[in-house]
């Protein structure tokens, strides 16, 4: 199975090929479009600040390219939220995939959210195998809103959305290659989804 991590400077990219290293899959880093097109399984990672990754998929017109794709693709963390309609951060429009704006986290609680948190209202397949209130590692100071296309939630400061499911798009906010267990087995999922 050919596994594609999305190359354009704003990853946490070692550890996500770590993770399917220690599954048995050798994830290629990529920013070549016909290599992400031929792909089995796509991730879009991302990690720093909305505008300025935007402004890197652009460069390289990875942006129109990213929601042409039809096999499972995942985004992780700020790969999720670019894939949601807008980001608060730096006044981002995202690339539309998911219907659900990101907001900031109120200066009432303690920003970034950083640390385990569990995850809850598991449904999809991605979660096969996963028990409700499973811990996964999270570091973000922005989040989706709660929404129809919710398939996970997470409680900070209420419940928001912390993955979410449309067509052949997955997007997680945690970050599965550093959740142990658990994120190990949802990586797994992803790799073993119908596609």
């Not at 209202?121 to 570091?139: A, H, Q, R, T, W």
């Not at 409680?155 to 994120?183: C, D, L, M, R």
Request: with cysteine.
């Amino acid at each position: 199975m050919s596994v594609v991590i999305i190359d354009y400077g704003a990853g946490n990219i070692k550890s996500i090929q770590f993770a399917f290293k220690r599954l048995g899959v050798d994830a290629v880093l990529s920013n070549d479009p016909e290599t992400i097109k031929n792909a089995d399984r796509v991730i879009f990672p991302g990690v720093g600040e909305a505008s300025s990754a935007l402004k890197m998929l652009k460069s390289t017109n990875l942006d129109e390219l990213i929601p042409t794709l039809t096999q499972p693709v995942l985004g992780i963390c700020l790969g999720m939220q670019l894939l949601c309609l807008s980001s608060e951060e730096g006044n981002t429009k995202g690339l539309g995939i998911f219907q659900v704006h990101v907001k900031r986290f109120p200066n009432t609680v303690k920003v970034p959210q950083m640390g385990w948190n569990t995850i809850t209202n598991l449904k999809s397949d991605l979660f096969k195998g996963i028990p409700e209130e499973s811990y996964m590692y999270l570091v973000h100071s922005y989040y989706a809103e709660d929404c129809k296309e919710a398939i996970a939630t997470t409680n900070y400061n209420g419940n928001y959305t912390t993955a979410v499911k449309h067509n052949n798009f997955y997007g997680v906010q945690f970050h599965p290659e550093k959740s142990s267990i658990a994120g190990a087995k949802l990586l797994e999922n992803f790799l073993n989804l119908e596609s």
